[in-house]
């Protein structure tokens, strides 16, 4: 058969795949030559693809409580329940939390339903458990959230930052990448508390204190600014410096006092910084280790600003870079399925929300951010969020200090791909095929996104008529149909 190009689920590379259907349930994973992400390389996971396909332990049909049901009982009664909740307690007393898995189309249908129809922003994403930090920093530096690097310039850049981040084994592809420039002469800093297997592959690792990162970074800021490489023109040119912000940053940023409360050797740290000061097209590239933090958002500033203030920014090879984990957090983002944006990047100022209620064709439109997903939860454990709609994701597991709070909803909704789970007496739907497929889009930093792509294996179970050439048939298509039986 002809393979089908498209992209592997797992990781944020977003890495082309050829899917070959050879058998029954049976596909043959390659990786695409041709795809920028990349070239025909496959990590551990992207290769064994092939082997998720088997239907074992998959939900097959929608379910209400244990009883299965067909698809239009169930999309009615999750319609009345969330139209009966709106009526008696208004749009704000629902919600919707989704994921990083979801494909750019349903993201994008799931927030026009909340915002647009229902009228609420209460919807947001698991996304928020591990890109929040750098979505907030980004937004602060930048204006908006966006990532001013790609994968080129990797192969540009003569120092390689890694900052809380095991590349080797979370993104093995794009650490491959590192490797090929490093030998080719380029140096590869890790900065990470734990002696990984990144590390130890490292030219310098600085096994900093956890949470000292800030500190780290506005040291390497001092020393570059005593070292005269500034871009005071950039500068400026283009960035809004704080008149009290060199003073600031004097405070505590010498070697000694870095060296100290890092944790460090202080020859370490000099050696470190002189790199840094000396190599013009540096990338530093950061991820959870930066972003689950209590102080992840100065830390993502931190990085930012040593970027911003000595012009390595918007040139090859130049630039600070996030990694994001899941498979389409960008997607999400761009869409706007967060509680904190409307749509496409923008927020809830009057002459946005009229914009994009002119181009929904919408009824409602909604007034303000909505509760972000630990808010959300907590609301819900109060009693607050009466009905909560839950697409690809398990918040009993991964929300933080709330693994008891789906349970408080008084009707709730869930979706999910596994037959057998903690929240097996709630109302389950058919989610896609295990065999999930997604094409790449490159965004406008150059990062892919996941879209709709035909899946390399036949759906099973009740899918509904139509929907089989789709790689998720619940989640924009149920979502798309939705405004209309809740009658809005």
Known sequence: MTPIDTTCAYCGVGCGIRATVTGDRQVRIEGDPDHPANRGRLCS???????????????????????????????????????????????????????????????????????????????????????????????????????????????????????????????????????????????????DPRRTETAEQADLHLAIRPGSDVALMNGALAWARAAGVVDEAFLAASVAVPEEFWTALDQGSDLWSVARTCDVAPGDLRRFYEMFAATPRTVTLFSQGINQSTAGTDQVNAILNLHLATGRIGKPGAAPFSITGQPNAMGGREVGGLASTLAAHMDFAADNRARVQRFWASPAIAARPGLKAVDLFRQVGQGRIKALWIMATNPAVSMPRNRSCPRRAGRLSVRRRVRRDRRHRYLRLRPCPPARCRVGREGRDGHQFGTRRQPPARLHGAARRGEARLVDPFAGRAAHGMEKRLRL
């Not at 007393?93 to 990083?100: D, E, K, L, P, Q």
Request: proline letters at 3%.
């Open 45 to 191: 996971k992207g290769t064994h693809l092939g082997e998720t396909v088997g239907l074992e332990g998959r939900l097959l049909h929608p379910m209400i409580g244990r009883r299965r049901a067909s698809w239009d009982k169930a999309l009615d009664l999750v319609a009345k329940r969330f139209r009966d909740t709106i009526a008696r307690h208004g749009p704000d007393s629902v919600a919707f939390y989704v994921s990083g898995q979801l494909l750019t189309e349903d993201y994008y249908v799931a927030n026009k339903l909340m915002k647009g129809f229902i009228g609420s922003a209460n919807i947001d994403t698991n996304s928020r458990l591990c890109m929040s930090s750098a979505v907030a920093g980004q937004t602060r530096a930048f204006g908006e959230d966006v990532v001013p690097a790609s994968y080129d310039d990797i192969h540009a850049a003569d120092l390689i930052v890694l900052v809380g981040s095991n590349t080797a084994w979370c993104h093995p592809i794009v650490y491959q990448r590192i490797r090929a420039r490093c030998d080719a002469g380029a140096k590869l800093v890790v900065i």
